[in-house]
């Protein structure tokens, strides 16, 4: 080996168990490699990997079998190191052989046991260049993604912070910075951490190269968000699989997505300006609002696509009022008369605004016509009413109020008549948005003790069938305010757009 120095592990290192089909299973010894106690072929592969280490290179070539990392059970070779507390896994990955399958992966993991079923997350680099934060909530459920928008990065990096996990790439320069949406998963401690390889084939085994690999942990402990830097990501949830795909990551708070009629790209909200990006990822362009420069996360498309309502503060003494620009920007025309008023639906045929407006200081749903007029008042019970928008077919109109309490989702005719109420659950829910055939309802979820919708903090998005009134929870995430205030529906109604966010400790990124 040329003097190398080499820990190279194969199969004395294991005890191999038979099984009633013949294939191969194993159970480790406690023999270090490198950073890592131990290694194991986790779940039931036909071929045996094995893990040789270069102590001068830091590096770890893995051969890994395994007919997937996937849905309820894994199949690959780990090599491991328990641990507690946060933790940050950083390394160069590269593949050996150019002609593997295109599915194969070599990860950085975090996992809570060495069962093939077991709860974990992981940054995942495919043998296509994908990378993507792969995760498993609970034991034997299905496994989810969050993919990046990057392809092919060189290192890559899983960081454990409290409950959350999130996926960091490096640029060109070597520093780093997170790479999409982070997961909130319940891990007991200790839990395993470490580097595997599977080669999505079961009768193959392939081999990366993990190098400069860097361990560390940390005393886990709350954020301050004075004390570390905000980043925004805007993603792309398909609602049948639950698998999420980040278009575009910046260092500051941006807010509420809509999906233009196109189906092509998508509108946020920055720094009072309103932008637009492609559902593919690039740079965002900023639309002409005219003196509309002040503009709020309460804004949406007209049905024809023609037009855009925004909800902007350059005015009446800065109290928010809602206008409508052509969709491809120009002079606003003011709609609400009276302030503060906050645009959240469009009835089906276009002629109809729903907002939220504070009178005589309370908050309730009214409605005016999109050429102007008289604004109509449709709630009146005590507390803030908020949310408004229509049903597809122009006959309901879905909202959120707290006048049971806490922050329920409510409906009512578009009238206003006929008032009742629709999620009866202890925690707090917010802006009800539907599918375009009208048969699905996503919302945002807070905990029961949080008051108001504020930003940064422990969020679900849920998804109920109105048929059945069941309850799915695609996912679980860092948000609030500007996660998801205005519709973000597809126009196909496969997938939605939301924005999540992420504190980082200023000292975190880097390389």
């Known amino acids: 080996?040329?003097?190398?120095?080499?820990?190279?592990?194969?199969?004395?290192?294991?005890?191999?168990?038979?099984?009633?089909?013949?294939?191969?299973?194993?159970?480790?010894?406690?023999?270090?490699?490198?950073?890592?106690?131990?290694?194991?072929?986790?779940?039931?592969?036909?071929h045996a990997g094995w893990v040789e280490y270069d102590a001068a290179k830091r590096s770890y070539t893995i051969a890994g079998s395994g007919e997937n990392m996937w849905l309820g059970s894994d199949a690959f070779q780990f090599a491991w190191k328990k641990m507690s507390g946060d933790v940050t896994l950083t390394a160069d990955i590269s593949f050996l052989g150019e002609r593997g399958n295109e599915h194969r992966k070599a990860v950085l993991m975090i996992r809570q046991t060495l069962d093939a079923d077991?709860?974990?997350?992981?940054?995942?680099?495919?043998?296509?260049?994908?990378?993507?934060?792969?995760?498993?909530?609970?034991?034997?459920?299905?496994?989810?993604?969050?993919?990046?928008?990057?392809?092919?990065?060189?290192?890559?990096?899983?960081?454990?912070?409290?409950?959350?996990?999130?996926?960091?790439?490096?640029?060109?320069?070597?520093?780093?910075?997170?790479?999409?949406?982070?997961?909130?998963?319940?891990?007991?401690?200790?839990?395993?951490?470490?580097?595997?390889?599977?080669?999505?084939?079961?009768?193959?085994?392939?081999?990366?190269v993990l190098s400069n690999v860097d361990l560390k942990s940390a005393e886990a402990a709350a954020v301050a968000a004075a004390a570390s830097t905000l980043y925004s990501t805007l993603e792309i949830i398909t609602v049948a699989s639950m698998d999420r795909r980040a278009i575009y990551v910046a260092p500051e708070r941006f807010e509420a997505p809509n999906w233009m009629p196109d189906g092509?790209?998508?509108?946020?909200?920055?720094?009072?300006?309103?932008?637009?990006?492609?559902?593919?990822?690039?740079?965002?362009?900023?639309?002409?609002?005219?003196?509309?420069?002040?503009?709020?996360?309460?804004?949406?498309?007209?049905?024809?696509?023609?037009?855009?309502a925004i909800s902007d503060n350059s005015r009446e003494d800065h109290q928010s009022l809602v206008y409508i620009v052509p969709i491809g920007g120009g002079a606003p025309r003011r709609i609400a008369q009276k302030s503060p008023s906050y645009w959240h639906g469009w009835s089906p045929d276009g002629?109809?605004?729903?907002?939220?407006?504070?009178?005589?200081?309370?908050?309730?749903?009214?409605?005016?016509?999109?050429?102007?007029?008289?604004?109509?008042?449709?709630?009146?019970?005590?507390?803030?009413?908020d949310g408004p928008e229509y049903t597809p077919d122009g006959k309901h109109i879905y909202f959120n109020s707290e006048r049971t309490g806490h922050m329920q989702i409510w409906r009512m005719r578009a009238d206003g008549s006929e008032q009742e109420?629709?999620?009866?659950?202890?925690?707090?829910?917010?802006?009800?948005?539907?599918?375009?055939?009208g048969q699905q309802m996503v919302f945002l979820t807070y905990d029961a003790g949080v008051k108001g919708h504020p930003e940064n903090k422990d969020v679900t998005l849920r998804m109920m069938t109105l048929k059945d009134k069941k309850i799915t929870v695609l996912a679980k995430l860092f948000g609030g305010q500007g996660t998801m205030n205005v519709p973000s529906w597809s126009p196909d109604g496969k997938q939605f757009a939301f924005v999540s966010y992420h504190l980082v400790p200023k000292d975190s990124a880097g390389k």
């Open 1 to 46: 080996m040329h003097g190398k120095k080499i820990a190279w592990l194969t199969l004395p290192a294991f005890v191999l168990l038979l099984v009633a089909n013949g294939q191969q299973s194993a159970v480790p010894t406690a023999t270090p490699v490198g950073l890592f106690e131990s290694h194991a072929d986790v779940g039931t592969v036909l």
């Open 421 to 437: 109420q629709v999620t009866f659950g202890e925690e707090n829910d917010w802006f009800p948005h539907f599918s375009p055939d």
């Open 351 to 385: 002629k109809t605004l729903a907002f939220v407006g504070e009178r005589n200081g309370e908050f309730d749903i009214y409605t005016i016509p999109a050429a102007g007029g008289a604004e109509t008042r449709l709630t009146t019970a005590p507390g803030l009413d």
């Open 118 to 208: 077991s709860p974990y997350a992981d940054v995942a680099l495919h043998g296509s260049g994908l990378t993507s934060l792969q995760y498993r909530e609970e034991k034997s459920a299905a496994t989810h993604e969050i993919q990046a928008n990057i392809s092919a990065p060189a290192r890559v990096r899983i960081e454990k912070r409290g409950a959350y996990f999130s996926m960091w790439l490096a640029d060109a320069s070597g520093e780093f910075r997170p790479a999409g949406g982070s997961t909130r998963i319940a891990l007991k401690e200790p839990f395993y951490v470490g580097i595997g390889v599977c080669s999505h084939d079961k009768d193959v085994t392939e081999k990366a």
């Open 264 to 308: 092509k790209n998508l509108l946020f909200n920055r720094n009072g300006r309103i932008e637009k990006i492609p559902v593919t990822g690039g740079t965002p362009q900023v639309l002409d609002t005219g003196f509309a420069t002040r503009c709020n996360n309460d804004h949406g498309i007209s049905p024809d696509g023609t037009q855009l």
